[in-house]
């Protein structure tokens, strides 16, 4: 069965992870791939805030047997570039999207090295459909990736 996520409505339901203290870390774009080879990115500005976090094709598994990929390409699942995260002190950072009329959404959480030119961390992906393959924040299928690790590094 072919599922397929509804996106357009995700960009008004993230929850920025706030923190009180920035780190400095210069602008720029940062790109890798997690450890199932699924690309991943976020651009920083020069205030030293993460934007336009975005991953492309995971994996998700469903409880019904089923599986597919998040979108590609121009589809791909990404913040919207005047959605900011502030980093903390530690220069971690903390993206939690959820769609509450899908039933789709994502956790990221990320750490950018002493230098600013490299950032690991962990990206979850989830969603709910009903039994006619609908996306459904009360449906009965369960469909997540395993949690990812990325590594990103400065372009």
């Known amino acids: 069965m072919k599922r397929v996520l509804v996106i357009a409505v995700l960009t008004a ?12 870390i210069k602008k720029g774009t940062f790109t890798g791939k997690s ?6 990115g976020l651009k920083v500005n020069k205030a030293g805030k993460v934007y336009a976090f975005f991953y492309d094709g995971v994996r998700l598994s469903c409880t019904d047997g089923d599986a597919f990929d998040s979108p590609t390409g121009k ?4 913040t919207p570039n005047d959605v900011l995260f502030k980093l903390n002190s530690k220069r971690k950072f ?12 994502w956790e990221a959480g990320g750490k950018f090295n002493a230098k600013g030119k490299k950032v690991t961390g ?3 992906v989830h969603a709910k459909f009903n039994d006619q393959n609908q996306q459904d924040p ?3 299928v369960n469909c997540t990736s ?9 372009k």
Not at 13 to 24: F, M, N, P, Q, S
Request: proline content about 2%; overall charge positive.
């Open 138 to 140: 009360n449906g009965s």
């Open 94 to 105: 903390t993206i939690t999207a959820q769609n509450k009329q899908t039933g789709f959404g």
């Open 75 to 78: 589809d791909r699942i990404q």
């Open 122 to 124: 962990t990206l979850t």
């Open 13 to 24: 339901a993230l929850v920025v992870g706030v923190t009180v203290a920035e780190a400095a």
């Open 146 to 154: 395993k949690s990812l690790t990325y590594t990103l590094n400065r």
């Open 35 to 40: 450890n199932a080879a699924d690309p991943i």
